[in-house]
């Protein structure tokens, strides 16, 4: 019975690498993982801003002819547009310091979001 008990067990250093390896995979896994997160979630975000710049343009041409139609004039109505895109512009210029800090931050939440919502208890 205690022949059947005993299996030779491998050497430490064939059991070593075998763990190198499986870390290795799982590590290159998670990357691939991780990776496939942050495009799919780019690409859903570029989905989303396409969509709102054309409702933007739209909008904004909307805006152009009915201002357009009230001042009994085309181009009042696109002026009036246009003007009211450059003080937008001014106003983005003259904050643009205070702008800037809160979306890089928020670019970087996100990543890291993604990141470390895969992690799990055992980190590489």
């Known amino acids: 019975m205690e022949e059947a008990k005993k299996e030779p067990q491998q050497p430490l250093i064939e059991q070593l690498k075998e763990y190198a390896e499986i870390r290795f995979k799982l590590a290159k896994y998670k990357a691939v993982d991780s990776g ?41 109505g696109f002026g009036c547009v246009a003007l009211l895109y450059l003080l937008i512009a001014i106003v983005i ?29 055992a980190n590489i």
């Open 36 to 76: 496939s997160t942050i495009f799919a979630s780019l690409i859903a975000d570029v989905v989303v801003v396409i969509s709102m710049v054309l409702a933007f343009i739209f909008a904004s041409f909307t805006l152009a002819f009915y201002l357009a139609h009230v001042l009994d004039s085309d181009w009042e």
């Open 93 to 121: 210029k003259v904050n643009k310091g205070g702008i800037e800090k809160p979306l890089a931050n928020a670019f970087v939440k996100k990543i890291f979001k993604n990141k470390n919502s895969n992690d799990g208890p």
